[in-house]
């Protein structure tokens, strides 16, 4: 049996539930998904040489890592062609590239700083998303960016923020594809602070300057992200849960953001998806796989991760939430690590869209449920494989392992040639 009579026999199955696998493969096609850059050099970017700061860290040091742009366009490269469908490029502010002799801080940053990313992205149709960098920058002061109580401090960081919006407009304007721009620090305090409120309300001011910069509201969709602590901000981060949700909620057009690794470990953003797209037109995700706490591993097709991607498509939300992967993991091969994360959200979306939403809704609807559970299990065991593997063939990307045979060989003739 060939795989068209193995495709043919899964498309049978799901026709039994009422699901037309080449729909849902129709619909992946044009589904986008935002790829993080910083995987491929440990978020080090190309704007400074100290470490890594912020309340974030990568761990490991597998041999190949990219230490220029031209490398991690190479590798992106690489992994772009093992993935199946739709992307974007997600970026942060500490991506720009300068040319010989040429620097700009980051409250001086502009659009001709990125010009070669647009190059990239346009030659490979895709947008861009954006991130300004509140982090491994020496203007970060005693831990704080956009809450300082230093005014100089927060200056600095609201005129960065500002320049990026600017910067975000020219994406969108250049690739046609509105940018979303994400709003993140990790300012907070190691120990119980003192003053709670003052914080915050800097914070919030600090968003609303960077905010005031005019921009196309259908160009660029703004963010804020919420983080429940950080190493070195254990106790207290200004831009908790809370914060960003009533930020985003009282201020329109502005998007909350939600990074699973974000909170609580016995907290689910599958729960929190429906109850945001209650009251927000639009959300957006960062997806990655904590372990314990915001460790940032490498997207797995695990539990939360398919119930992220049921509740995005049984909600009818594809259009309604933007999602991007933001991960780091320099103990393996990083590249590697973009195409089992990229491949795993995807295989969630297609499993998501291979799913009988409406039949379990009715079941659920009419208290039918012994015979929900009993279906939500039998379904398990469908072959979700197959309609993956045509997919893939459709897109022109390996289906299955093989795609790793062609990394092994890229890690000979490139990664391992790469010094340190």
């Known amino acids: 049996m060939d795989y068209k009579d193995r495709y043919k026999l899964a498309k049978e199955a799901y026709a039994s539930l009422g699901i037309n696998t080449d729909e849902a493969i129709e619909k992946m096609k044009v589904i986008p998904v935002s790829l993080h850059c910083w ?53 942060h502010a500490s991506y720009a590239i300068f040319e010989q002799g040429e620097f700009a801080d980051r409250d001086q940053l502009e659009p001709k700083h990125f010009a070669k990313w647009v190059s990239f992205a346009k030659e490979r149709d895709m947008g861009i998303d954006f991130n300004p960098t509140f982090f491994s920058h020496d203007r970060v002061k005693d831990g704080l960016t956009l809450s300082s109580p230093d005014e100089e401090t927060r200056k600095f960081w609201i005129a960065h923020g500002r320049a990026c919006i600017r910067i975000s407009e020219y994406f969108a304007k250049e690739t046609g594809i509105p940018c979303v721009m994400n709003i993140w620090t990790g300012d907070g305090y190691k120990d119980i602070p003192a003053d709670r409120l003052g914080p915050r309300m800097r914070y919030k001011d600090s968003i609303e300057q960077i905010l005031a910069e005019p921009f196309d509201k259908k160009l660029v969709k703004p963010c804020v992200e919420s983080k429940v602590f950080g190493i070195g901000v254990e106790s207290y981060t200004a831009g908790s849960a809370e914060f960003t949700l009533s930020f985003a909620a009282s201020h329109k057009g502005c998007l909350p953001l939600m990074d699973n690794g974000h909170y609580h470990p016995t907290e689910m953003v599958s729960d929190k998806i429906p109850a945001l797209l209650c009251f927000y037109p639009e959300i957006a995700l960062h997806i990655t796989r904590p372990v314990r706490w915001d460790s940032d591993h490498v997207v797995l097709y695990d539990d939360e991760t398919r119930e992220m991607a049921k509740e995005i498509v049984r909600n009818d939300a594809l259009g309604r939430v933007h999602m991007a992967l933001d991960y780091f993991d320099a103990g393996i091969n990083r590249v590697c690590a973009w ?26 609807d009419t208290n039918q449920m012994t015979k929900l559970m009993m279906v939500q299990e039998e379904i398990k065991t469908y072959p979700f494989g197959e309609v993956w593997a045509e997919y893939c063939r459709q897109c022109n990307v390996p289906a299955g392992m093989e795609w790793f045979d062609e990394m092994t060989k890229y890690e000979e003739e490139i990664l391992s040639k790469r010094g340190k």
């Open 339 to 364: 195409v089992v994360g990229f491949r795993s959200w995807q295989k969630a979306l297609l499993n998501a869209l291979c799913t009988p939403n409406a039949m379990l809704k009715e079941l659920q």
């Open 39 to 91: 995987q491929g050099d440990d978020v080090t970017g190309f704007d400074h040489d100290g470490p890594l700061t912020g309340g974030i860290q990568t761990t490991g040091n597998y041999p190949g890592k990219a230490r220029t742009p031209e490398e991690l366009m190479q590798d992106m490269d690489q992994a772009l062609r093992l993935m199946p469908g739709k992307k974007k490029l997600n970026l």
